[in-house]
């Protein structure tokens, strides 16, 4: 964290200049330095995008990101979910043509041990105060992701999956992922 001082607001102006070699969040005002994932983090991010951008495109809904991808939710809110799903609806949000300006339809976060807790609590209000339809935590730990939906402003656990199953989504009908795949070997 580089806030010496609690009290300080920086905002997206002051996130711009970060350095460009190193990886921050903007939560609440508060700049945030995230490692470089590991490896097996990265593995899975690559099977699940791909997955989700081949799906996407063979349907024509829509754009897949991954991280470092800035997400623009308010002047003193930056994130970069590992994956973000934006729909053809929500294609504008993609305009300013640097960085997605508002709430993407489907963030993907996953489990790190020096990112986990903000996943699921700071990062879980923020995407549903902003209108994030749908969220996935990843956990490479268990094994498991947990897919959770917006509902009257707050997160909703639609589905828990585990090893051996083939996860879904409720808003990117018909698609399906072997978790067993998606994680890899043990």
């Keep these: 964290m580089l806030s010496p ?21 903007l939560l ?24 989700l951008h081949t799906f996407a495109q063979e349907k024509g809904l829509g754009e897949v990101f991954h991280a470092p991808c800035d997400v623009v939710l308010s002047n003193t809110d930056v994130v970069q979910p590992d994956l973000l799903f ?18 993407p339809d489907l963030v993907v976060e996953i489990l790190s041990p020096s990112t986990a807790g903000r996943d699921r609590t700071l990062k879980r209000v ?21 897919v959770l939906q917006l509902a009257e402003g707050a997160f909703e656990v639609e589905a828990i999956y585990g090893e051996g199953q083939a996860m879904t989504s409720p808003m990117l009908v018909g698609f399906t992922a ?8 043990r």
Excluded at 5 to 25: G, I, M, S
Excluded at 86 to 91: D, L, P, Q, V
Excluded at 126 to 146: F, I, S
């Design 5 to 25: 001082n609690p009290a300080v607001k920086f905002t997206y102006q002051d996130y711009l200049h970060t350095p460009d070699d190193q990886r921050y969040e």
């Design 126 to 146: 923020l995407y549903a105060k902003h209108g994030v339809k749908e969220y996935w935590l990843v956990d490479p730990d268990a094994r498991t992701v947990t």
């Design 28 to 51: 609440d005002g508060e700049l945030i330095m995230a490692p470089a994932p590991n490896l097996g983090h990265q593995r899975i991010d690559t099977r699940l995008g791909s997955l």
């Design 178 to 185: 072997n978790l067993n795949e998606i994680f890899g070997p």
């Design 86 to 103: 934006i729909s053809n609806e929500r294609a504008h949000l993609l305009l300013g043509g640097d960085n997605v300006l508002g709430a």
